[in-house]
């Protein structure tokens, strides 16, 4: 993906860390790059930040 795109997810691991605590940023991390590869053969990258990080928020959310 784009150098903009990884900056974006790099800002969206951020939020989701302050989000759930830095105990939990392993979590994040994994959460992250599970979601980003749902989107990794995307032709439009424009919109894989937002997606990515609302999966991954979900995601975080049922794990408790």
Do not use: Y
């Not at 994994?30 to 990080?53: C, K, W």
Request: positive net charge; glycine residues 8%.
């Amino acid at each position: 993906m784009s150098a903009n795109v990884d900056k974006q997810l790099h800002q969206v691991e951020g939020r989701l860390v302050e989000r759930f605590g830095p105990e939990r940023a392993d979590d994040v991390r994994s959460a992250l790059s599970a979601e980003r590869g749902r989107f990794e053969g995307a032709r439009v990258t424009a919109f894989v930040p937002i997606l990515v990080e609302r999966h991954a928020r979900r995601r975080l959310e049922r794990q408790g």
